[in-house]
Protein backbone atom coordinates (compact mmCIF):
# COMPACT_ATOMS: atom_id res chain seq x y z
CA UNK A 1 0.00 0.00 0.00
CA UNK A 2 0.96 3.35 -0.77
CA UNK A 3 0.50 6.23 1.97
CA UNK A 4 0.61 9.70 0.21
CA UNK A 5 1.87 12.66 2.43
CA UNK A 6 0.96 16.16 0.41
CA UNK A 7 0.99 18.42 3.08
CA UNK A 8 3.54 18.95 6.49
CA UNK A 9 0.61 19.31 8.21
CA UNK A 10 -1.01 15.80 7.02
CA UNK A 11 3.02 14.30 8.27
CA UNK A 12 2.61 16.19 11.61
CA UNK A 13 -1.23 14.39 12.34
CA UNK A 14 0.39 11.07 11.39
CA UNK A 15 3.00 12.21 13.80
CA UNK A 16 0.75 12.69 16.77
CA UNK A 17 1.79 16.42 16.78
CA UNK A 18 -0.49 19.16 17.00
CA UNK A 19 -0.15 21.52 13.55
CA UNK A 20 2.85 23.03 12.44
CA UNK A 21 3.64 27.45 12.54
CA UNK A 22 3.33 27.35 8.90
CA UNK A 23 1.93 25.15 6.51
CA UNK A 24 5.01 24.98 4.15
CA UNK A 25 7.98 25.09 6.21
CA UNK A 26 9.21 23.14 9.88
CA UNK A 27 11.40 21.72 11.96
CA UNK A 28 10.19 18.61 13.57
CA UNK A 29 11.83 17.26 17.14
CA UNK A 30 12.10 13.64 16.49
CA UNK A 31 12.09 12.50 19.93
CA UNK A 32 8.82 14.10 20.56
CA UNK A 33 7.17 12.43 17.61
CA UNK A 34 7.94 8.80 18.20
CA UNK A 35 5.48 7.14 16.26
CA UNK A 36 3.51 6.77 13.36
CA UNK A 37 0.26 6.58 13.28
CA UNK A 38 -2.14 5.32 10.97
CA UNK A 39 0.39 3.75 8.96
CA UNK A 40 1.14 0.26 10.02
CA UNK A 41 3.80 -0.40 7.03
CA UNK A 42 3.80 0.08 3.74
CA UNK A 43 5.34 2.93 1.20
CA UNK A 44 5.00 6.29 1.84
CA UNK A 45 5.63 9.29 -1.01
CA UNK A 46 5.96 12.51 0.43
CA UNK A 47 5.30 15.73 -1.08
CA UNK A 48 8.22 17.81 0.32
CA UNK A 49 11.52 17.59 0.90
CA UNK A 50 12.50 16.61 3.92
CA UNK A 51 16.37 17.34 5.51
CA UNK A 52 17.16 15.11 8.66
CA UNK A 53 19.75 14.64 11.23
CA UNK A 54 18.64 11.41 13.49
CA UNK A 55 20.29 9.14 16.16
CA UNK A 56 18.48 6.06 16.95
CA UNK A 57 14.67 5.56 14.29
CA UNK A 58 11.44 5.64 15.36
CA UNK A 59 10.67 3.11 11.98
CA UNK A 60 12.46 1.15 9.45
CA UNK A 61 12.82 2.71 6.38
CA UNK A 62 14.04 1.67 2.99
CA UNK A 63 14.46 3.53 0.26
CA UNK A 64 15.32 1.69 -3.08
CA UNK A 65 16.58 -1.96 -1.65
CA UNK A 66 19.18 -0.27 0.75
CA UNK A 67 18.04 0.10 4.86
CA UNK A 68 18.54 3.53 6.42
CA UNK A 69 20.37 3.00 9.17
CA UNK A 70 20.56 6.27 11.63
CA UNK A 71 22.35 5.04 15.00
CA UNK A 72 25.04 6.72 14.17
CA UNK A 73 23.59 10.17 13.98
CA UNK A 74 23.86 10.79 10.17
CA UNK A 75 22.31 13.47 7.77
CA UNK A 76 19.81 12.47 5.30
CA UNK A 77 17.60 13.20 2.71
CA UNK A 78 14.14 13.09 0.74
CA UNK A 79 12.42 15.15 -2.31
CA UNK A 80 9.12 15.17 -3.02
CA UNK A 81 7.63 11.78 -4.94
CA UNK A 82 9.93 9.73 -3.58
CA UNK A 83 8.98 6.17 -2.26
CA UNK A 84 9.89 5.00 0.96
CA UNK A 85 9.09 2.23 2.88
CA UNK A 86 7.99 2.52 6.46
CA UNK A 87 7.64 -0.26 9.03
CA UNK A 88 7.28 1.18 12.63
CA UNK A 89 9.54 0.04 15.32
CA UNK A 90 8.16 1.07 18.89
CA UNK A 91 11.37 -1.04 20.22
CA UNK A 92 13.75 1.69 19.51
CA UNK A 93 11.54 4.87 19.79
CA UNK A 94 12.88 5.67 23.17
CA UNK A 95 16.45 6.51 21.79
CA UNK A 96 15.20 8.14 18.48
CA UNK A 97 16.45 11.90 18.49
CA UNK A 98 17.69 14.71 16.18
CA UNK A 99 15.30 16.73 14.10
CA UNK A 100 13.43 17.01 10.63
CA UNK A 101 13.30 19.84 8.31
CA UNK A 102 10.55 19.73 6.00
CA UNK A 103 10.29 22.33 3.23
CA UNK A 104 7.03 22.22 0.96
CA UNK A 105 8.04 23.14 -2.94
CA UNK A 106 5.53 25.97 -2.37
CA UNK A 107 7.51 27.71 -0.09
CA UNK A 108 10.32 28.42 -2.56
CA UNK A 109 7.40 29.17 -5.12
CA UNK A 110 8.43 32.56 -7.39
CA UNK A 111 12.82 32.02 -5.41
CA UNK A 112 15.61 31.43 -7.56
CA UNK A 113 15.73 28.52 -4.71
CA UNK A 114 12.53 26.66 -5.93
CA UNK A 115 15.00 25.64 -9.10
CA UNK A 116 18.34 25.67 -7.34
CA UNK A 117 17.25 22.91 -4.75
CA UNK A 118 16.41 20.40 -7.33
CA UNK A 119 20.06 20.75 -8.87
CA UNK A 120 21.43 19.41 -5.69
CA UNK A 121 21.98 15.46 -5.76
CA UNK A 122 22.05 14.45 -2.41
CA UNK A 123 18.14 13.84 -2.55
CA UNK A 124 18.61 11.24 -4.29
CA UNK A 125 21.36 9.34 -3.10
CA UNK A 126 20.51 6.23 -1.65
CA UNK A 127 20.48 6.16 2.88
CA UNK A 128 23.72 4.96 2.61
CA UNK A 129 25.16 7.26 1.10
CA UNK A 130 24.25 9.69 3.91
CA UNK A 131 26.43 12.46 5.31
CA UNK A 132 28.51 11.89 7.91
CA UNK A 133 29.11 14.63 9.80
CA UNK A 134 32.25 15.69 12.20
CA UNK A 135 31.23 17.56 15.46
CA UNK A 136 31.99 20.75 14.05
CA UNK A 137 29.78 20.12 10.89
CA UNK A 138 26.92 19.09 12.91
CA UNK A 139 27.37 22.38 15.06
CA UNK A 140 27.29 24.31 12.17
CA UNK A 141 23.90 22.04 10.60
CA UNK A 142 22.39 22.53 13.53
CA UNK A 143 22.78 26.33 14.41
CA UNK A 144 21.54 27.07 11.03
CA UNK A 145 18.16 24.64 11.69
CA UNK A 146 17.53 26.38 14.77
CA UNK A 147 17.51 29.44 13.48
CA UNK A 148 15.30 28.82 10.54
CA UNK A 149 12.98 27.48 13.31
CA UNK A 150 13.03 30.57 15.37
CA UNK A 151 11.80 32.31 12.52
CA UNK A 152 8.61 30.74 12.61
CA UNK A 153 8.50 30.21 16.08
CA UNK A 154 9.10 33.17 18.08
CA UNK A 155 10.60 35.96 15.48
CA UNK A 156 7.72 35.58 12.83
CA UNK A 157 7.20 38.97 11.04
CA UNK A 158 7.30 40.27 7.46
CA UNK A 159 11.23 39.00 7.26
CA UNK A 160 10.99 35.96 7.96
CA UNK A 161 10.21 34.13 4.79
CA UNK A 162 12.89 36.08 3.18
CA UNK A 163 15.56 35.41 5.87
CA UNK A 164 14.48 31.55 6.00
CA UNK A 165 15.12 31.58 2.00
CA UNK A 166 18.77 32.71 2.65
CA UNK A 167 19.11 30.04 5.80
CA UNK A 168 18.13 27.37 3.54
CA UNK A 169 20.43 28.07 0.71
CA UNK A 170 23.20 28.78 3.20
CA UNK A 171 22.06 25.48 4.36
CA UNK A 172 22.58 23.24 1.32
CA UNK A 173 25.51 24.91 0.02
CA UNK A 174 27.27 23.76 3.73
CA UNK A 175 25.94 20.29 2.83
CA UNK A 176 27.06 20.18 -0.49
CA UNK A 177 30.84 21.76 1.02
CA UNK A 178 30.26 18.26 3.35
CA UNK A 179 30.16 16.14 1.26
CA UNK A 180 33.25 17.34 -0.49
CA UNK A 181 34.60 16.70 2.09
CA UNK A 182 33.29 13.25 3.08
CA UNK A 183 34.82 12.47 -0.95
CA UNK A 184 37.96 13.52 0.01
CA UNK A 185 38.55 12.24 3.59
CA UNK A 186 37.12 8.50 1.69
CA UNK A 187 39.83 8.72 -1.40
CA UNK A 188 40.89 5.78 -1.09
CA UNK A 189 37.35 3.85 -1.07
CA UNK A 190 36.54 6.87 -4.13
CA UNK A 191 39.70 5.66 -6.09
CA UNK A 192 38.48 1.89 -5.46
CA UNK A 193 35.09 2.59 -6.73
CA UNK A 194 36.44 4.29 -9.95
CA UNK A 195 38.76 1.50 -10.29
CA UNK A 196 35.23 -0.78 -10.72
CA UNK A 197 33.71 1.42 -12.49
CA UNK A 198 36.86 1.28 -15.37
CA UNK A 199 36.64 -2.26 -15.41
CA UNK A 200 32.97 -2.64 -15.28
CA UNK A 201 33.31 -0.44 -18.60
CA UNK A 202 36.56 -2.15 -19.98
CA UNK A 203 35.00 -5.42 -19.58
CA UNK A 204 31.42 -4.41 -21.50
CA UNK A 205 33.31 -2.59 -24.40
CA UNK A 206 35.48 -5.87 -25.06
CA UNK A 207 32.24 -7.80 -25.00
CA UNK A 208 29.37 -9.50 -27.13
CA UNK A 209 27.28 -6.59 -25.73
CA UNK A 210 28.72 -4.55 -28.08
CA UNK A 211 27.54 -6.18 -30.92
CA UNK A 212 23.77 -5.29 -29.76
CA UNK A 213 22.19 -1.54 -29.73
CA UNK A 214 22.49 0.57 -26.87
CA UNK A 215 25.49 2.25 -24.77
CA UNK A 216 25.57 1.18 -21.05
CA UNK A 217 23.33 3.67 -19.36
CA UNK A 218 24.40 5.70 -15.94
CA UNK A 219 21.27 3.89 -14.16
CA UNK A 220 23.23 0.17 -15.30
CA UNK A 221 26.19 1.05 -14.15
CA UNK A 222 25.27 2.58 -10.91
CA UNK A 223 23.13 -0.25 -10.30
CA UNK A 224 26.14 -3.21 -10.90
CA UNK A 225 28.19 -0.96 -8.52
CA UNK A 226 25.69 -0.84 -5.72
CA UNK A 227 25.36 2.75 -5.50
CA UNK A 228 22.93 5.15 -6.51
CA UNK A 229 23.27 7.29 -9.77
CA UNK A 230 23.92 10.84 -8.09
CA UNK A 231 25.99 9.57 -5.77
CA UNK A 232 28.30 8.15 -8.51
CA UNK A 233 28.14 11.15 -10.21
CA UNK A 234 28.98 13.65 -7.56
CA UNK A 235 31.85 10.89 -6.54
CA UNK A 236 33.36 11.04 -9.74
CA UNK A 237 33.59 14.71 -10.19
CA UNK A 238 35.03 14.93 -6.61
CA UNK A 239 37.90 12.33 -8.60
CA UNK A 240 38.07 13.18 -12.20
CA UNK A 241 35.62 16.95 -12.65
CA UNK A 242 33.74 14.72 -14.84
CA UNK A 243 29.83 12.84 -14.70
CA UNK A 244 29.25 9.18 -15.27
CA UNK A 245 27.67 9.81 -18.39
CA UNK A 246 30.93 11.85 -19.36
CA UNK A 247 32.96 8.98 -18.24
CA UNK A 248 30.74 6.46 -20.02
CA UNK A 249 31.71 8.41 -23.16
CA UNK A 250 35.66 8.77 -22.91
CA UNK A 251 35.98 5.28 -22.52
CA UNK A 252 33.56 4.53 -25.71
CA UNK A 253 36.13 7.21 -27.45
CA UNK A 254 39.25 5.53 -26.48
CA UNK A 255 37.40 2.14 -27.88
CA UNK A 256 36.18 4.11 -31.11
CA UNK A 257 39.75 5.06 -31.83
CA UNK A 258 40.91 1.92 -31.10
CA UNK A 259 38.91 -0.22 -33.77
CA UNK A 260 39.06 3.14 -35.95
CA UNK A 261 42.72 2.44 -35.91
CA UNK A 262 43.59 -0.89 -35.43
CA UNK A 263 40.99 -2.46 -37.70
CA UNK A 264 39.34 -2.25 -41.38
CA UNK A 265 36.06 -2.31 -39.91
CA UNK A 266 34.15 0.74 -41.25
CA UNK A 267 32.90 3.39 -39.28
CA UNK A 268 29.16 2.69 -39.62
CA UNK A 269 30.25 -1.42 -38.72
CA UNK A 270 32.24 0.32 -35.55
CA UNK A 271 29.15 2.39 -34.38
CA UNK A 272 27.06 -0.10 -34.47
CA UNK A 273 29.62 -1.96 -32.15
CA UNK A 274 29.47 0.07 -29.96
CA UNK A 275 26.13 0.18 -29.41
CA UNK A 276 25.03 3.30 -31.98
CA UNK A 277 21.48 2.57 -33.59
CA UNK A 278 22.57 5.56 -36.01
CA UNK A 279 25.87 5.92 -37.43
CA UNK A 280 24.92 10.41 -37.52
CA UNK A 281 24.91 9.71 -33.23
CA UNK A 282 28.23 8.46 -33.48
CA UNK A 283 30.07 10.79 -35.71
CA UNK A 284 28.26 13.59 -33.94
CA UNK A 285 29.99 12.76 -30.26
CA UNK A 286 33.27 11.47 -31.46
CA UNK A 287 33.89 14.84 -32.88
CA UNK A 288 32.91 16.48 -30.18
CA UNK A 289 34.73 15.17 -28.20
CA UNK A 290 37.93 14.67 -30.54
CA UNK A 291 37.34 17.74 -32.87
CA UNK A 292 37.63 15.29 -35.67
CA UNK A 293 35.20 13.39 -37.73
CA UNK A 294 35.75 9.64 -37.17
CA UNK A 295 36.97 9.20 -40.70
CA UNK A 296 39.27 12.09 -40.55
CA UNK A 297 40.62 10.00 -37.30
CA UNK A 298 41.21 7.01 -39.29
CA UNK A 299 42.77 9.10 -42.13
CA UNK A 300 45.20 10.42 -39.94
CA UNK A 301 47.42 7.20 -39.28
CA UNK A 302 47.77 6.85 -43.06
Known amino acids: MIHQIKTIGQFYKLRNLPQPEHPLISVIDIATAPIYNQIESGNVV ?34 PGQVVKVTPNKAVSAIASGWMLCIHPDFLWHTPLARKIKAYDFF ?39 IAIALIDALLAYIERFYQRQFNTNK ?15 R ?20 ALHISPHYLSAMLRSITGKNTQQHIHEKLIV ?24 LQSFSKLFK ?11 QSFN
Open 46 to 79: FGFYVISLKKGSTAETKYGRLPEDFNAGVLGFRA
Open 255 to 278: KAKELLSTTDLSVSEIAYALGFEH
Open 288 to 298: TKTNQSPLEFR
Open 204 to 223: YFDSEKLSKPGLPTVAAVAE
Open 124 to 162: YYDFNEALFLSEEEQTTINTIVANIAHEFQKARDIFSEK
Open 188 to 202: VASHKLLDKLDDLLN
